[in-house]
């Protein structure tokens, strides 16, 4: 169950984040960004919310079974939905970090950088994390 919970952790994580932090003065209302920018910045909010709809459905779907599935079936239909949840709860916050590497990029403009760790890199590796041991947790049975 707690690997569950953290997998739901995640789900909020995605749910809310890329919303809280994107939908602002500093991403899609910069007067800065050209119309195409903020068309990516949207596309990375749609994202987000859809793989966190997307990890809470496969994280909490082998609850909803019918009893009458037998039990070894029941627990590889889990392992799988778990597989998937934890796909779907990790692959936006490796994007993220791997966004980095492309040309020209940088974790903040430079109007808001702040100084240290970039703000991207705890919240995407916590997120992820979460999932990463939430699967291993639920792996164990």
Known sequence: MLGKLLFTIDAVGLL??????????????????????????????????TLGLATLYYTWRSSFLPKS???PIARERE?????????????????????ILYPGTAWVD?????????????????????ALLGWMLDRQG
Not at 17 to 26: E, I, K, Q, R, S
Not at 30 to 46: L, Y
Not at 80 to 91: N, Q, V
């Open 69 to 71: 599935v037998p039990p």
């Open 110 to 130: 430079p109007e808001f950088d702040p100084s240290g760790l970039p703000p991207q890199v705890p919240i995407f590796v916590g997120f992820g994390s979460a």
């Open 79 to 99: 392992q799988d939905s778990l597989r998937t949840a934890l796909f779907t709860g990790t692959i936006y916050w490796i994007a993220g970090l791997a966004s």
């Open 16 to 49: 809310l984040g890329a919303p809280l932090a994107d939908y602002n003065h500093t991403h899609i209302f910069n007067p800065r960004w050209p119309p195409h920018a903020k068309f990516h910045c949207a596309q990375t909010i749609n994202l987000s919310v």
